[in-house]
């Protein structure tokens, strides 16, 4: 009976990590985009910030099924999501276009960092029952991702205004309802 209980504790403790072990996933996949960017292998960055967005999808559906949700593992998630979800679409997108405009197109990739942490910070200190307030940073930070592969499409400027009006979204005071 001791050994039945003990292991259905272990299963339990097992079960309440999975969410964490998606976190971290997705904490890993954001750095390795990071170092696959700055070798300049853009579609390896677009490939893993694509994977990371699956892990964030999945680490909260298994926290809400195995009911493991915990203040330490919003924090984790948050700071996981400014990784694979500010920094590394920032970079991508910067490689990709913005480099073309010297510090003013890294002040536009460092603007949209800044407001995604923003838009963290206030995630994990205010209360929101069934909405987001402002641009979830994955949403910002995929659609950053993906809009460089309208690269040879569009013009270069267009990425500017791309990257600013994703970083004032996630900022703004408009109310998404969560999925």
């Known amino acids: 009976m001791f050994l039945l209980e003990h292991l259905d504790q272990t299963v339990k403790k097992m079960k309440g990590q999975i969410a964490n072990i998606l976190t971290l996933m997705n904490l890993g996949l954001g750095a390795l985009s990071i170092i696959f960017v700055l070798q300049n292998e853009l579609r390896m960055g677009l490939l893993f910030i694509t994977i990371a967005a699956v892990c964030d999808r999945l680490d909260g559906a298994a926290a809400r099924r195995f009911q493991s949700t915990s203040e330490f593992g919003k924090q984790l998630d ?102």
């Open 78 to 179: 948050s700071l996981s999501d400014i990784v694979s979800f500010g920094v590394a679409p920032a970079l991508l997108i910067h490689q990709a276009v913005l480099h073309e405009f010297g510090s003013v197109g890294a002040i536009f990739a460092i603007i949209f960092i800044i407001c995604g942490a923003i838009r963290l910070a206030r995630f994990n200190v205010t209360e929101s029952h069934g909405f987001f307030v402002g641009l979830p940073i994955t949403a910002a930070g995929c659609i950053l991702t993906f809009s460089s592969l309208l690269v040879p499409f569009l013009e270069a400027y267009s990425f500017m205004f791309i990257t600013m009006i994703l970083a004032l979204l996630m900022v703004s005071s408009f109310k998404v309802r969560k999925m």
